[in-house]
């Protein structure tokens, strides 16, 4: 069985080469141009050489309106629409029919039922887990499908131990609830990232900062947050050591500025790796946990 490290980028579209709205654009990004060969821009165009592909993927899954995440998410974890599940984008958080469609058919449920080994690598605090006991939160789609399938959502201690990642990816928020916890630079965590997943078949990173940055329409912290990912990237690629990465999106947002919403825009899907190929024709965001599976062995669940 082979295997697949999964870096889910929250809001982040294809846009505009334009510096003044996208961050994407103004942003020194020397590894992204290095492996695209320009910036992440529409500028750049798709392509599949070797092992590397990197295609411009349609969010919009068939329906009108600004994509939302919980739609979205369930869609990458499964290969359902889950917006035509939902009569509609629908987020940020799944609702009943969502986790239903999560429970069953995600990613996670399908690599465990198989004889595989899956992992959510973020890493929580401790008042995730208290809201959690006392129901007073409400989880997205990947912390819902991981824990769907039996796994147990990595602490501070998996943390501090190197079995799991911040989500700033430094541990810098992390190391403000205990002093003692290490931060890395993002080129060193997405080495970190890399060795952890070599122990899984299919390892799950949810990079949400993204979005978050993008409603609040800080230019200036996009730049360098996009920056700090372009780095993680550096580190991550080439200590893969034959896992196979799979870097897409669920809806844009942080590629424009000048909003604060979603948008429509293109997600980018970037695969490194030898199951490249399996990502070649990927059109939309149904199209992608398929290529997964074919890319680990697994057949597709009755729909």
Same mark, same amino acid.
Request: aromatic share 8%.
């Given at each position: $069985?082979?295997?697949?490290?999964?870096l889910?980028?929250?809001?982040?579209?294809?846009?505009s080469?334009?510096?003044?709205?996208?961050?994407? +654009?103004?942003?020194?990004?020397?590894? @992204?141009?290095?492996?695209?060969?320009?910036?992440?821009?529409?500028?750049?165009?798709?392509?599949?050489?070797?092992d590397?592909?990197f295609?411009?993927?349609?969010?919009?899954?068939?329906?009108?309106?600004?994509?939302?995440?919980?739609t979205?998410?369930?869609?990458?974890?499964?290969?359902?629409?889950?917006?035509?599940?939902?009569?509609?984008?629908?987020?940020?958080?799944?609702?009943?029919?969502?986790?239903?469609l999560? #429970?069953?058919?995600?990613?996670?449920?399908?690599?465990?039922?198989?004889?595989g080994?899956?992992?959510l690598a973020?890493a929580y605090?401790?008042?995730y887990?208290?809201?959690?006991?006392?129901?007073?939160?409400? /989880?997205?789609?990947?912390?819902?499908?991981?824990?769907?399938?039996? @796994?147990?959502?990595? &602490?501070?201690?998996?943390?501090?131990?190197?079995?799991?990642?911040? +989500?700033?990816?430094?541990?810098?928020?992390?190391q403000?609830l205990?002093?003692?916890?290490?931060?890395?630079?993002?080129?060193?965590?997405?080495?970190?990232?890399?060795?952890i997943?070599?122990?899984?078949?299919?390892?799950?990173?949810?990079?949400? @900062?993204?979005?978050?940055l993008?409603?609040?329409?800080?230019?200036?912290?996009?730049?360098?947050?996009?920056?700090?990912?372009?780095?993680?990237?550096?580190?991550?690629?080439?200590h893969?050591?034959?896992?196979t990465?799979?870097v897409? &999106?669920?809806?844009?947002?942080?590629?424009?500025?000048?909003l604060?919403t979603?948008?429509?825009?293109p997600?980018?899907?970037l /695969?490194v790796?030898?199951?490249?190929? #399996?990502?070649?024709?990927?059109?939309?965001?149904?199209?992608?946990?398929?290529?997964?599976?074919?890319?680990?062995?697994?057949?597709?669940?009755n $729909?």
């Amino acid at each position: $069985m082979d295997q697949i490290l999964f870096l889910f980028v929250d809001g982040i579209g294809i846009g505009s080469p334009d510096p003044g709205s996208n961050p994407f +654009a103004a942003a020194e990004t020397p590894f @992204l141009q290095e492996v695209l060969g320009g910036q992440l821009t529409e500028a750049t165009p798709s392509c599949h050489k070797g092992d590397l592909v990197f295609r411009r993927v349609d969010p919009t899954l068939g329906f009108s309106g600004l994509p939302q995440s919980a739609t979205g998410q369930a869609t990458l974890l499964t290969g359902r629409n889950g917006a035509e599940l939902m009569e509609g984008h629908y987020g940020p958080w799944p609702g009943p029919t969502l986790k239903a469609l999560l #429970q069953e058919e995600s990613l996670f449920v399908h690599v465990e039922a198989n004889g595989g080994r899956a992992y959510l690598a973020n890493a929580y605090p401790p008042r995730y887990f208290t809201a959690l006991e006392e129901r007073v939160l409400r /989880v997205n789609a990947p912390a819902f499908a991981a824990q769907s399938a039996g @796994l147990e959502l990595a &602490s501070i201690g998996a943390y501090r131990n190197g079995r799991a990642l911040a +989500a700033d990816l430094t541990g810098e928020h992390l190391q403000k609830l205990d002093t003692d916890l290490p931060v890395f630079t993002p080129r060193q965590a997405g080495a970190h990232l890399a060795r952890i997943a070599a122990d899984y078949t299919f390892t799950f990173f949810d990079f949400w @900062l993204s979005d978050r940055l993008g409603h609040r329409g800080d230019s200036v912290a996009s730049v360098a947050l996009v920056e700090s990912l372009d780095a993680f990237l550096s580190g991550l690629i080439p200590h893969l050591q034959g896992v196979t990465l799979v870097v897409t &999106s669920d809806h844009g947002n942080l590629e424009d500025s000048s909003l604060r919403t979603h948008t429509r825009a293109p997600v980018p899907l970037l /695969v490194v790796g030898s199951a490249a190929s #399996q990502f070649r024709r990927t059109e939309d965001l149904t199209e992608i946990a398929p290529a997964i599976r074919r890319a680990l062995g697994l057949s597709t669940p009755n $729909m």
